[in-house]
């Protein structure tokens, strides 16, 4: 993947994982662990990369991730 992508691009990627189990609207761990080793594997940089980026992400803690917490992915890839 690119590391200039658009905020549609992102959108797009986000549904076509949050749409696999449970809220189409919603990443739960098991899809964003999915998306993040599919789409972005240079984000991973060491055995516990998911789990500080999922807890990262999930700013209310809700065990999901919504579009608006997956967007911090965009500075992640742009570092």
């Known amino acids: 993947m690119s590391a200039k992508m658009s905020s549609k691009e992102l959108k797009s990627i986000f549904e076509k994982y949050a749409a696999k189990e449970g809220d189409p609207n ?27 980026l999922f807890k990262e992400l999930d700013k209310n803690a809700d065990g999901e991730v919504s579009f608006e917490e997956f967007q911090v992915v965009l500075n992640k890839i742009a570092q």
């Open 26 to 52: 919603q990443l739960s761990k098991n899809e964003l662990t999915l998306l993040i080793q599919t789409e972005f594997p240079s984000l991973l940089k060491g055995p516990s990369a998911l789990e500080d």
